[in-house]
DNA sequence: AGGAAGACCGAGTAATTTAGTCAACTATGC
DNA sequence: GCATAGTTGACTAAATTACTCGGTCTTCCT
């Protein structure tokens, strides 16, 4: 899981999205307006939004985008994935396969970290819808019994 | 929180020190030796996690590194802290005011979002021990049925 | 028909960050 | 007093990030 600028905005430029998304589609014109973002950096970002199915378009005069889904069932999980892309956990496993993992001392014991880690944003990140985001209402976890 | 592949070296030498510290201390060149890692990159990190308490050095031959707390009562969210310092969250906030933020749109309403989540990653890398890794003794939710 | 709004696309670049090196110094034990 | 080993800080190369540019294709309106 990543977490850069990047994912930020793209979420930004959504929930900006959502809350303006009466019944006409809006344009990115609108959206880097008011999120002060230029309009081809948005442009960036939505394309692979509308590759990954998040967002539909519309071309010509009064086009724009509109969300594919309700802001109920997008989560912030998907935006962020969809422009962020790649998410390599630790340098074994996939690529260089035995480098640093599987060594003489404390081998790969944190390649189970980091999986771990990185399933445990991604879980909490999955959790939380753009209408969660546009209403405030961020779950805190309950408090596991201290 | 921040996650580069420096707290994921810094977290891979602790561990191999807390899986070597018998009672004598151990040297740097021990620890590049088996995690693949130079020796010149090695002494960054120690020189920030000593300052940081996290560990005790030793001068002269027959020195070392040794933990400076048993493993148990060190935390992997300690180790990467001291190596990666900084942990700003959104652009708002501390730097730029109100830029970005408190503007017509979705105004920080993502502001609370990251807050949030970096509150998430702490608080899991904080409830796991250099010695929860060594054991391999990663909590896993209690599978939830299934 | 034709012009303007606006999505679409790929390549390209500037700046930041990261990872890692080097050289010189200081303390300690034998 | 020499070898071991930590300490410091400046420096650099590579990678990544964030972002721009030029141009195309579609659709609507007059």
């Known amino acids: 899981m990543k977490l850069s600028t ?14 303006h998304a009466d019944r006409r ?5 609108e959206i880097a307006e008011r999120q002060q973002l230029s309009v081809a950096y948005l ?7 509308r590759r990954r199915g998040l967002v539909v ?3 010509g005069p009064g086009g724009g985008y509109r969300l594919a889904r309700p802001a109920e069932e997008t989560t912030i ?6 422009v962020d892309e790649p998410l390599r956990a630790t ?3 996939g690529k260089d396969g035995a480098i640093g993992c599987m060594r003489g001392g404390a081998r790969c014991l944190t390649h189970d970290l980091w999986e771990e880690t990185g399933r445990q944003i991604q879980d909490y990140l999955a959790s939380v819808s753009l209408a969660d985001v546009l209403s405030g209402h961020l779950r805190r976890e309950p408090a596991v019994a201290a």
């Open 6 to 19: 990047k994912g930020r905005y793209a979420v930004m430029a959504m929930t900006d999205l959502a809350g």
């Open 25 to 29: 589609a809006v344009s990115l014109a």
């Open 43 to 49: 442009e960036q970002l939505f394309a692979r939004m």
């Open 57 to 59: 378009s519309a071309r």
């Open 77 to 82: 999980a998907e935006v962020v994935t969809a």
């Open 91 to 93: 340098r074994c496993g």
